[in-house]
């Protein structure tokens, strides 16, 4: 049995991925990591290994990400409060007080008919039911989230009908919102080409930034085998009849990778 739950790869992995990337580390807050180390992610509430984050390569296409204030992002009913507090990164987030006619937007680069996942960590000074879109134009796409005073990470996927597509955070009471006296911390907004769930933060500035692909391989281990891959949720793959070569790499249902075992081929099936 290979075990991926950290801190070190099993002997015959190799790794490499082009780019930093972010995990969630045992404290239970985001830290980047260099170019080709491996990441050993936490969940962020029991703080229990996850195992080995393997993800594929993603564009964040939201500008200035942690940064609602600056250009591009456009705004109504939307200003600083003067507050602060920790951040997933554990840096500090400012506040923003929006109001019962108020919303915050970017428009962002699409092709038509591509899938796009968009998200936001969000933090508020109370309960607050909000609306969130991408891609649309159209206030009746929004997607109602109730958020609260913990951080939480909302997100909403769809396929983009324009070339140009638009991320909404909408407190307006027009739309079936409003609440009054809102207070908001907005942290790593997230639009990626793809689908299934949004996947880990990728921080921009004043342009858009790209996370590479995780590329781990088998060296030692080669042959005709059939394979178990075992998630961070308990569940498992089984997969029959894999030709493993130098290299390669099982196809995952799940990003977080616990254990592999590997089986002379015929075995499980």
């Known amino acids: 049995m290979l075990d991926f739950s950290g801190p ?23 830290e980047s990591l260099a170019a080709d180390q491996p990441r050993f992610d936490h969940d962020p509430a029991s703080l229990a290994p996850r195992g080995l984050l393997v993800e594929p390569a993603r564009t964040n296409l939201i500008l200035q990400a942690s940064a609602p204030g600056l ?16 951040g997933p990164a554990g840096g500090m987030v400012s506040g923003w007080t929006i109001s019962t006619s108020g919303y915050l937007t970017q428009e962002f680069a699409t ?31 929004n997607v109602t989230f109730t958020i609260g005073t913990a951080w ?12 140009s597509s638009r991320f909404v955070f909408d407190n307006r009471a027009s739309n079936g919102y ?22 880990s933060p990728i921080a921009t500035g004043a342009a858009t930034a790209t996370r590479a692909a995780d590329l781990p391989g088998f060296q030692a281990l080669t042959g005709p085998r ?13 997969l029959l009849g894999q030709a493993v070569s130098a290299g390669w790499w099982p196809t995952q249902s799940r990003p977080h990778v616990k254990r592999i075992v590997l089986y002379p081929a015929g075995t499980l099936g």
Not at 8 to 30: D, M
Not at 74 to 84: E, H, K, P, T, V
Request: glycine share 12%; net charge neutral; hydrophobic share 40%.
């Open 8 to 30: 070190a790869l099993p002997a015959g992995i190799s790794f490499a991925r082009s780019s930093s990337a972010s995990r969630i580390s045992a404290t239970g807050l985001y």
């Open 71 to 86: 250009t591009p992002w456009g705004a109504q009913g939307f200003a600083a409060s003067g507050n602060s507090l920790a």
């Open 111 to 141: 092709s038509i008919g591509q899938a796009v996942i968009t998200s936001v960590w969000v933090r508020a000074n109370r309960t607050a039911a909000i609306g969130f879109r991408n891609l649309s134009a159209s206030s009746a796409d």
């Open 152 to 163: 939480q990470r909302i997100q909403v996927a769809g396929t983009a009908q324009s070339t």
């Open 178 to 199: 409003g609440t009054a006296d809102l207070e908001v911390f907005l942290w790593n907004a997230q639009a990626e080409g793809g689908t299934g769930a949004a996947t």
């Open 226 to 238: 059939d394979i178990r891959i075992g998630y961070d949720d308990g569940s498992s793959d089984v």
